[in-house]
């Protein structure tokens, strides 16, 4: 029942209340043989929700809430909820079951260092009583749902440390668990600074997923990764199948991963699609980029960038104007040699009306 109603319903309980007041035996007319209380009658959705304190929550009651792990930061639903959030230090649980759910470094907002040396949680390899010298921090995400069909990473805050000729060898980030449509093309290999970026994962047919951060040696990494769940109902937030990151705004821009920072860097072996969602009223799509390096020239690209016809490589982007051939996706290609350290892409985009 849609929480709405809920002045109507008050005032029915109320009256209900009162009549069992004076005619105790007025409650044995009901066919459970009891008042239904105001927690049995009032519903409500397990909406986003504003905290308190800037980040995004789900719509719960209280006692549900705690029963996922979750804190309250603010009240939603009219009061009737609260914002619950969730935020996961690998030092005291590595399961993430709440949708809108924050993954953390130890000691976060500080570096890892700040909290590495009281960290004996479930979710990181430890040494003793702390963090061993080379931890491995993982979550298990669950599904808030059963319903749930994909996952959506943000990195909020994503700074560990950077790879070299393009090959994550000291810090890395892994994904596992996805459906085969996500497996596909999910890089296994994410380092460096993945701030402000984003993935999609499909779990159709999953049941987890799961998140792993292997560090060489504790130092001053950070890492703020949001968690977001959609059912298949929820059509204006799925990306498309295939797509492993999703854009649904007429204007952004789109970045390889650890293209941020003072030293960008391509990552070796990446093979994936960007998507852009489609608008009616637009076709082609005006390009600028911001930055543009891929090893190789025209016609012989080792690591290449595609709209529609049009494969890009080299040290510019040779053209500044997409023309509508279909879907608007973007394929991305790198090899397993970025001995030139080639920095990537960012690019900017703006749809044109038709």
Not at 33 to 49: E, H, P, R
Not at 258 to 270: C, K, V
Not at 287 to 315: E, K
Request: one cysteine or more; a negative charge; charged letters at 15%.
């Amino acid at each position: 029942m849609h929480w709405a109603v809920i002045p109507a319903l008050l005032t029915a309980v109320s009256a209900a209340a009162v009549e069992h007041a004076v005619e105790p035996a007025a409650a044995e007319t009901d066919r459970d043989g009891k008042l239904f209380s105001i927690f049995q009658i009032v519903k409500f959705n397990n909406d986003a929700c504003d905290a308190v304190d800037g980040n995004q929550g789900t719509c719960y009651t209280a006692s549900e809430c705690t029963a996922n792990g979750g804190e309250e930061r603010g009240n939603c639903a009219s009061g009737f909820g609260v914002c619950c959030v969730a935020v996961i230090d690998p030092c005291n649980s590595n399961t993430v079951s709440l949708n809108n759910s924050y993954i953390v470094n130890p000691g976060y907002p500080g570096d890892a260092t700040s909290g590495a040396s009281a960290c004996t949680g479930s979710g990181v390899s430890r040494s003793g009583r702390q963090a061993a010298t080379s931890p491995t921090y993982t979550w298990n995400i669950t599904k808030a749902t059963s319903d749930i069909v994909q996952f959506r990473i943000d990195f909020d805050v994503f700074d560990i440390s950077a790879p070299m000729m393009g090959d994550c060898t000291n810090d890395t980030l892994m994904i596992t668990g996805a459906d085969a449509v996500t497996s596909k093309n999910l890089p296994t290999n994410l380092c460096g600074i993945l701030t402000g970026q984003h993935i999609y994962l499909s779990v159709k047919t999953s049941s987890s997923v799961q998140l792993t951060i292997t560090l060489a040696s504790i130092g001053t990494q950070t890492w703020k990764i949001k968690i977001s769940q959609f059912d298949s109902s929820q059509t204006e937030f799925l990306a498309p199948r295939g797509c492993l990151q999703y854009y649904r705004e007429d204007m952004g821009s789109i970045k390889s991963f650890n293209s941020a920072g003072g030293s960008p860097e391509l990552l070796n072996d990446h093979m994936y699609s960007i998507c852009i969602a489609q608008n009616d009223a637009y076709c082609d799509i005006a390009l600028t980029a911001n930055t543009f390096d891929l090893t190789g020239t025209s016609g012989a690209c080792s690591d290449s960038i595609a709209f529609g016809f049009n494969v890009a490589c080299g040290s510019a982007l040779s053209f500044n104007t997409w023309n509508y051939t279909g879907s608007y996706m973007i394929p991305i290609m790198s090899d397993s040699d970025n001995s030139a350290m080639v920095t990537g892409f960012d690019i900017g985009f703006v749809l044109l009306p038709c």
